[in-house]
């Protein structure tokens, strides 16, 4: 290979002294605020590093969602821990803003923190319809597209959830 010496003029000086943009923050984790049944959370976690959606067993509790159903699966926590979940819940609808999303939730007897109650990992954000859009940290999505390609005998309660659905203004029984 050949190399050769550039001189830079003054010109290119000037060119490289302009301001460099700004290096962003990681986007890996942000926070949104969302509602789950009749519960507000002012902010879940959203974790693009999680492999699952996490709900403390309190919460659960509270929200008096069903009973989950038995897993065998084994966590393996931050400090190295192993914790053994209660059980998974199938179909939660998630609203955050004017979007509703599904979600299956671990369940964890753990302590509820105070800040972030419950972490929303890959398997929420990454549902096939939603938009992750990590610079204004939000999620969206077409409500009508959801309801039409899910199967209402797989989701718990289907016929109140779309009677409920229908006063928000984007709900449609017509397809």
Sequence with gaps: MDFETIEVSRSCSAIMSSNVVAKKDDPRAFTIPCTIGMLQFAKVLCDLGASINLMPSAIFMQLGLGKPKPTTMRLLMADHSIKHPIGILYHIFVKEDKSILLADFVILDCEIDVEVP???????????KSLVDVEISCVGESLSVILLNYDGEEIQDYDEVMAALSGLNSYSTTH
Excluded: A, E, S, Y
């Design 118 to 128: 419950i972490i929303l990992g890959r398997p929420f954000m990454g549902n096939k």
